[in-house]
């Protein structure tokens, strides 16, 4: 099954390095990312999981949970974590999934319905496609699919980027123009009318008519 924008996120229980979970009660009324890797002790997730440990008050602040996932039992994870720790500095602070039956992974898409068998007789090679990074709203819809080849560490700056514009945009008729940060203009949604714009937003420049900008709204 291939999952997309606005698909609902398939709910599962899980043990986790923080106890079991039911992932939608987990998420509550929260937004949620889900990031996952192909096995562990492979070296770019090293470096993703310690750095989003460093970076998780940024997660918290927004009112974000983290959750990572990994093809191998939860047994070796306290290991890999400490392996994390030592290399990057900051352990990670949020949940990891021990996601040995593949079944998470099979109902995100990431491998097909015919994988079996072990998964210590699996290579990271094996469990490539398993690199994906999901945002989840209060909802419990997906908001965002990124996936990354196993040669490219993600950018979890971009992935926080994102989230502060899909917060932004579902709370006002707004979108957010290319490489756009907190605090710069926005651009009048394509659903609102003029006359509905005038009643929202007042004024707006426009240097063509399906281009509205207006300052980023902050109530």
């Not at 949620?32 to 602040?61: M, Q, W």
Request: aromatic share 8%.
């Amino acid at each position: 099954m291939s999952l997309t924008i606005g698909d609902t996120a398939p709910d599962f229980v899980a043990a986790t390095t923080e106890g079991p979970i039911k992932f939608h009660e987990w998420i509550g009324d929260s937004w949620a990312v889900l990031f996952s890797h192909p096995k562990n002790f492979t070296p770019i997730c090293t470096t993703e999981l310690g750095y989003v440990a460093s970076i998780k008050p940024e997660f918290d602040r927004r009112n974000v949970k983290i959750i990572g996932l990994s093809v191998d039992p939860i047994e070796l994870h306290d290991a890999w974590a400490k392996d994390i720790e030592e290399t990057q500095g900051t352990a990670p602070n949020y949940p990891l999934i021990g996601d040995a039956d593949f079944a998470i992974s099979k109902a995100y898409g990431m491998l097909g319905a015919d994988v079996s068998g072990d998964p210590s007789d699996r290579t990271a090679a094996d469990n490539q496609t398993v690199r994906n990074v999901f945002v989840i709203g209060p909802d419990k819809k997906i908001k965002l699919v990124l996936v990354y080849p196993m040669t490219t560490g993600r950018n979890f700056d971009e992935v926080l980027r994102v989230i502060d514009s899909l917060q932004l945009t579902a709370k006002h008729k707004v979108a957010t123009p290319v490489n756009w940060k907190q605090g710069e203009n926005v651009v009048i949604a394509g659903s609102v009318s003029n006359d509905q714009a005038k009643e929202i937003f007042g004024t707006w420049d426009e240097p063509k008519p399906y281009i509205r900008i207006v300052p980023q709204p902050t109530a």
